[in-house]
């Protein structure tokens, strides 16, 4: 068997990041107040050995995936088997090559998250420690799972991560906003068609699916290849039981069933990312359990989003590389890596800095980026978007903040396009009055566009003073070579290291 | 006063008008034990009735409010599903 949740549980332990709690916990807020104090303090990951409420055995993981301000991405590259002192360069580097070569899945005929199967109304999801994040939620909400589904149409499997409402014993509710390739695929190939659409959500197994399945891809990609070459080792897979669809083998938990055409269930209110609520309760993609396959002893992993807990810091440690591919599909002219940053600051998904050089690319360049970035499905959530100099660093915040606050007149260089409405989203079932509500900041918001450009050539022909522009080449490359030399233990952060990182 | 029940502060004011006639209207409750929310037969009052609990409303954000100010008497939970039938 490859790395699963149970190989990094014992990681996490052997590293001195996981304490085990054999006390009875409540899955109703307790578990998750544990893990939002200890990412405040980038303290350990639990494991509950025994959760209120649910069948002896069932156990609850909270924290895996919580990092440090510094290093969110610390848990996740022990996940994947990378140095988790590497600084932020180095982690994106290294995802970056592993993305660049994506490995085909094989597929198993046995597997452990066979073990247990449950099927029709035996299959209850109640028996898990599915937990209520916050006061302010309408409900019980797993935010860390896989979402399968296939193309009718092609060999195409989407795997996607989404909130996850446990409605009842045996429904589900999925929270989708309209850009994602699940939306697209139910709306427009399996309604369209009348057809019901055969789902898989699959808890737990190789951390590395659960990464894949949180980064936004292009139509037609399949996370379980991505999720392959991050592993640097083939996603083993096995068929469910009451559908064609292959789920990970070494998964704990398989949740089997299907959305008929058009069926609805209220969802909501849920504390997002960031504290903002993803909107009131109102009708989304109900799911039909049917069956339920479990290990023996199954670890549900749980994540919340309380900025700097588990989903904050799996966000942010792929902010900047999990869009890329999408990029890449749509043909932006732009570099990717290099000249196009999501910051971490705002998940994967709210703002951009784009590089542009002075002149111009070409003329119309900006506003080129500002039309596919606000018109294309999986874009248009960044609502704010930063055009700066080439020499500014996009691994550097404190260069994009120095360019917005030297380089930018309030007067001309903010622009606020008008409120739009995204043209992609479907959702003929939300009452007009509830469309005010509906995630407004991705499908209502206008948007706001700085330009912190240089606007005249500089009079000494340095437009940033930094270690970059300051210095010829080969005084730079002198001093870090030299810098162990000098007495420093710790290596500095070169940026032009950054260069290098291509996806 | 222990609140056990939670509706929606916007189903809630659709219904304003069946407070206090002992009317029987269906309602989505949520019962703060489990977390799940079920349609049920209930009625609604602004004091205490033979057999009522407190509830609270939640606004459209999940704001909680006006706990313990209304009461329903659970009449009857509804199936939630074809397969509780």
Redesign the interface.
């Known amino acids: 068997m490859g790395y699963d949740i149970r190989s990094f549980i014992s990681d996490l332990k052997q590293a001195g990041e996981l304490v085990e709690i054999n006390e009875e916990v409540d899955w109703n807020l307790e578990a998750p107040a544990y893990s939002v104090i200890s990412g405040r303090f980038g303290g350990p990951a639990f494991l509950f050995n025994k959760v209120k409420g649910v069948p002896k055995g069932h156990r609850l993981v909270t924290g895996i995936f919580t990092g440090t301000r510094r290093r969110p991405y610390k848990r996740l590259a022990t996940a994947l088997g990378i140095d988790p002192t590497f600084d932020t360069v180095k982690w994106y580097k290294e995802l970056a090559k592993r993305m660049s070569i994506p490995m085909r899945p094989v597929e198993v005929a046995t597997a452990p998250c066979k073990e247990v199967i449950k099927m029709g109304k035996e299959a209850n999801l109640l028996d898990f420690p599915f937990t209520y994040h916050s006061v302010a939620d309408g409900g019980r909400y797993q935010m860390i799972s896989s979402t399968i589904i296939k193309d009718p149409d092609s060999d195409w499997v989407n795997m996607g991560n989404y909130a996850v409402s446990i409605s009842s014993g045996n429904r589900i509710v999925i929270h989708a906003d309209g850009h994602t390739n699940f939306v697209a695929l139910y709306t427009q190939k399996y309604e369209a068609r009348n057809r019901s659409m055969p789902i898989v959500i699959a808890l737990g197994g190789d951390p590395a699916v659960s990464i894949a399945a949180c980064m936004v891809m292009p139509p037609g990609v399949t996370e379980y290849d991505l999720a392959g070459g991050m592993r640097g080792k083939p996603m083993e897979l096995i068929r469910a039981e009451t559908s064609d669809i292959l789920v990970p083998a070494d998964a704990e938990i398989i949740i089997e069933g299907e959305m008929r055409p058009h069926e609805r269930l209220p969802e909501g209110p849920k504390i997002d990312s960031f504290g903002y609520s993803a909107g009131p309760r109102m009708p989304y993609y109900a799911m039909r359990v049917h069956c339920i396959t479990h290990r023996k002893d199954p670890i549900l992993t749980d994540v919340h989003t309380a900025t700097n807990a588990d989903a904050d810091c799996l966000l942010k440690a792929i902010a900047r590389l999990g869009v890329l591919p999408l990029y890449k599909y749509l043909g932006l002219p732009i570099k990717f890596g290099t000249q196009l940053c999501i910051t971490e600051a705002g998940g994967t998904s709210q703002h951009a800095l784009i590089k542009k050089k002075y002149p111009e690319d070409y003329p119309g360049f900006m506003q080129d980026i500002i039309d596919k970035v606000t018109g294309a499905p999986g874009l248009n959530p960044l609502w704010t978007l930063c055009f700066t100099d080439d020499d500014v660093n996009v691994c550097d915040m404190s260069d994009w903040y120095e360019a917005m606050f030297t380089q930018l007149n309030p007067a001309k260089d903010i622009i606020r396009t008008a409120p739009m409405m995204v043209p992609t989203i479907e959702a003929p079932w939300i009452e007009p009055s509830d469309l005010t509500y509906y995630s407004p900041a991705t499908i209502r918001s206008s948007r706001m566009v700085y330009d912190a450009t240089t606007k005249e050539d500089p009079p000494q022909g340095v437009k940033r003073a930094s270690f970059d522009t300051l210095f010829p080449e080969k005084v730079q490359k002198w001093v870090v070579e030299n810098w162990a030399k000098l007495g420093f233990k710790e290596e500095p952060i070169w940026n032009k290291s950054w260069l290098d990182t291509r996806f | 006063m222990k609140i056990n029940y939670w509706l929606?502060k916007?189903e809630f004011e659709q219904n304003r008008a069946s407070i206090g006639t002992n009317r029987v209207i269906e309602m989505?409750v949520?019962d703060r034990e489990?977390?799940?929310?079920?349609k049920s037969k209930v009625e609604i009052s602004d004091q205490p009735i033979k057999g009522s609990q407190p509830v609270a409303l939640?606004g459209?954000?999940?704001?909680?409010g006006d706990e313990g100010i209304y009461h329903i008497k659970l009449i009857e939970v509804l199936p939630?599903?074809e397969?509780d039938l």
Do not use: N, Y
Request: charged share 40%; glycine share 6%; proline share 6%.
């Open positions: 929606e916007k989505s949520m489990d977390k799940i929310w079920r939640m459209p954000f999940g704001e909680i939630q599903s397969e």
